[in-house]
């Protein structure tokens, strides 16, 4: 089975005779009484409610519908409840500050916002009036002014399904946001369902899904990514899909040990945070044969102490780049082999693999002349992909100026080796002319196992500003060695986790960060391409 249309998506499973349990780690927000467990036929029952109250609330086919809650798989569920009437779904994350959100719902121009009281609060006690951005608005919970609640529209018929047309916008992401206001990203069937999922849903041999897989995912559910693999694991039907919708190690540790998974997919942050799970004699990971990680950087110790934690003869860890716009662009397999060096000055998880076969391709240029530059030199990063979306929503200027013809320009900088593959260096409005920040960051996690992330700033005023997360304070010796064939760093400063600024997606906001801990703002690069 393949996908197609997302609207009907659980009823084509449950018609194909899907066996798949969905095992959850809380209710779904749309149905806090409905338990921690559906199949396939309870899932598309639930959709084919929400689209009925979608569907009184205002909501019909050509609308924007807005989607900002708590984090959840139900995020995928409304947008399909939408799509179903054909109405186009923007999942925006509830991480983002007010004032983002702000711009983000004026841009959407929505005739119907779906949200939840306490999002609706928050950004009221920013100063920002969610409910009078959209025509109508929704609120999954408790009553608040100037919106619906699920006792004004349940018990709603739902519409006859509309089938998606498949070069026309299906649903609607925004990127993570890291240096301001996220672009929102337009997709349509053909590219985020046709040609990414569509390509994730075939049945491959050694790191595809199967039949008898329990699979975790732990992720931010209002972004694309998972919208395209609640597309593809539908359709793959594992025995078990096991969706968190935390970080909290606490709370995951008895949701992992009643259904120990077999694949495990998660954000690079939550992946550190589950680190504690793994020291366990009894570890929840014992049985996974693949580890999945996208969105952000994975540096070497965490890969390393996942793939120890499994009992699998040879579990891989597959390590996949790519940006919202355009899906997947290169991919790589780490083993236990290929993490075992420590400490030295190599790429490691910097090596990002190549490009996925047949679909992309990939080149590497000088960013002022836009030519391609020799095998092992830096430059911006341009890809082809049949997989890129259609634009962004509201900002067309945006987004023609990171085409170059044919060419996307992904804003990163990187080196291509002789053997093809890419190593990531930096995002160009990160980068810093005396190393790689990213590789820095590699190095010194490797080197300091007392840390629990580092994350290396440039700055303008000097040379690059090494913040350390960790719970306890670095001796200063420990610190001179690991850095001692380094280039110049300022003296480190040791923060705590939650003083981390991040996106929904666990990336760390890299200059607000700076800005809290210097006053300074500016970006080391151009900026040209964010």
């Not at 929503?393 to 170059?404: H, N, S």
């Amino acid at each position: 089975m393949k996908p197609y249309d997302m609207g009907v998506l659980f009823d084509d499973c449950a018609d194909h005779g899907v066996p798949t349990t969905v095992l959850l780690d809380r209710p779904f927000d749309i149905a806090p009484g409905a338990g921690l467990t559906y199949d396939m036929p309870a899932l598309a029952g639930l959709v084919r409610e929400a689209s009925g109250w979608l569907a009184a609330a205002g909501a019909g086919p050509g609308d924007r519908v807005a989607i900002v809650k708590r984090n959840h798989w139900d995020y995928d569920l409304l947008a399909c409840a939408a799509i179903r009437l054909g109405a186009v779904p923007a999942q925006l994350s509830a991480h983002l500050a007010a004032e983002a959100l702000q711009e983000l719902v004026k841009r959407l121009d929505s005739a119907l916002l779906v949200t939840d009281a306490a999002l609706l609060r928050r950004c009221r006690d920013e100063g920002v009036d969610l409910p009078s951005l959209a025509s109508r608005v929704l609120s999954l919970d408790s009553a608040e002014e100037g919106a619906l609640t699920l006792a004004d529209v349940r018990g709603t018929t739902p519409p006859a399904p509309r089938r998606p047309v498949r070069d026309e916008p299906l649903v609607i992401n925004h990127t993570s946001g890291t240096t301001g206001v996220p672009k929102l990203v337009v997709h349509s069937t053909g590219t985020i369902i046709g040609k990414l999922a569509g390509l994730e849903a075939n049945r491959l041999p050694v790191v595809g899904v199967r039949r008898d897989d329990t699979l975790v995912n732990a992720s931010s559910y209002a972004h694309g990514r998972t919208f395209c693999w609640t597309a593809s694991v539908c359709c793959l039907a594992p025995r078990r899909i096991v969706v968190l919708t935390g970080a909290d190690p606490a709370t995951a540790d008895p949701v992992l040990r009643s259904a120990p998974p077999t694949v495990v997919e998660a954000l690079p942050a939550t992946f550190v945070r589950f680190t504690p799970l793994l020291s366990r004699l009894d570890n929840p990971f014992r049985d996974v044969r693949l580890y999945i990680s996208t969105y952000d950087a994975v540096h070497p110790p965490v890969v390393r102490g996942y793939l120890a934690a499994s009992a699998v003869r040879r579990p891989l860890w597959m390590q996949g780049w790519g940006q919202t716009e355009t899906g997947p662009i290169t991919f790589r397999f780490l083993t236990r082999g290929s993490v075992a060096s420590r400490g030295d000055r190599h790429p490691t998880t910097r090596n990002l693999g190549r490009p996925v076969p047949v679909r992309t391709r990939l080149k590497v240029v000088d960013p002022e002349t836009f030519r391609p530059v020799a095998r092992g030199e830096a430059g911006l990063v341009l890809v082809r992909t049949p997989a890129r979306c259609l634009g962004y929503l509201g900002e067309e200027r945006r987004w023609a100026a990171k085409q170059d013809g044919k060419w996307w320009n992904t804003g990163d900088l990187a080196r291509r080796g002789r053997d093809g593959s890419v190593v990531l260096l930096d995002r160009e409005v990160d980068s810093v002319p005396e190393l790689s920040c990213l590789e820095t960051e590699d190095l010194l996690e490797d080197r300091l196992p007392g840390v629990l992330e580092c994350i290396v700033l440039g700055t303008t005023d000097g040379p690059p500003l090494p913040v350390l997360v960790t719970e306890s304070p670095l001796p200063q010796h420990e610190w001179v060695t690991a850095t001692s064939d380094l280039p110049r760093l300022r003296e480190p400063v040791v923060v705590r986790w939650e003083d981390v600024p991040r996106t929904g997606t666990g990336k760390v906001r890299r200059l607000a960060l700076l800005r809290a801990l210097t006053g300074q703002s500016a970006p080391t690069g151009t900026g040209r391409w964010t």
